[in-house]
């Protein structure tokens, strides 16, 4: 075990910056070799960089979204930091312990949980995947029976225990997989697309469980997702990847204005009126109607703005019944990234 192993403890709001990286990625490559049908008889090998000499630092116990278009190359990333995958170049780190090299040794410091596929075993109660599970990577028994009672506590699977995987809903089989990468105690967690096709419920249970995780016990989360919310809600740094490159390393609010990007508020009325305006006031974020349906209306306004400023003037203005913001796509927000760069 290297230096690197020596994080700065992790704890204490889970957001430090200090210490070494805890992940560490050097000018770290892959290269795929595709070989495709170029004619009847003919075949073509063609080279895909899914990543293309990335850089990055993550301390111990923060929690950092990794976000970039379909393809970008963020999956790829984080099969080579479990070690699915060996590196084409470059230098991969994570606790000290070279991914590809000591797979197994990783792996009883790692948590991984793929939204788009299950980890659990589909014809057993998730009570019995667990059980494997605790075997399968010899937990002490006491800890494995805390990590437990903790998750089904916070993950609210008290009921959900003896029901098949295959019978669970969406939301509860990712909240099942999420207590599934957390009963060996991991100091990293991966989370690829953990909300997808979540309920509103599901995902607000399963975004407070991850701030209490890394809040408590200092879990470093490296956290894929198209959700823009989950980043707003769980990350201070966002990282953005695109065609294997690293585009971006900073907060949310910085990528908003590197991409002058806009969020938008959707108001329902008591009665239909013209598209709202507010009076400029003060150095207050500008707002504008795009467009009015009825009683509702949907107003833009920066992203990188408090939305609380211009709900409180709506609702002393207009007769204001109902209201919802959205966050902007983050596929808009990076293309406007693009084109705000010099
Ligand atoms: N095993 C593979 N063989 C060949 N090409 C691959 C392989 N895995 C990924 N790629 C290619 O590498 C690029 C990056 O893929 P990757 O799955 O890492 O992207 P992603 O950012 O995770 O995308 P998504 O958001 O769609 O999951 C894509 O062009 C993809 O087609």
Known sequence: MDGDDQGTGGGGGGQSAGGGGFIT???VEKVFQVRRRAGLLRRERREVRAVDGISFEVARGEMVGYIGP???GKSTTIKMLTGILTPSGGRLRVAGIDPSRERTRLAHRIGVVFGQRTTLWWDLPLRDSYRLMHRMYRIPDRRYRENLDRCVELLDLGELLEVPVRQLSLGQRMRGDIAAALLHDPEVLYLDE???GLDVISKAKVRQFLKELNAERGTTVLLTTHDLTDIEQLCRRVM??????????GSLAGLHEAGESERMLVVDL???????????????????AVKVEGVRQWLAFPASASAAPLVARIAAEYPLMDLSVREPDIEAVIARMYEAAP
């Open 25 to 27: 990625l050097d000018g």
């Open 70 to 72: 379909n393809g970008a």
């Open 194 to 196: 953990p909300t997808i």
């Open 240 to 249: 953005v990847i695109d065609h294997g490159r690293l585009m971006y390393d």
């Open 270 to 288: 008591e009665r239909e009126l013209p598209p709202i305006s507010l009076a400029p006031e003060g150095a207050g974020p500008g707002l504008r």
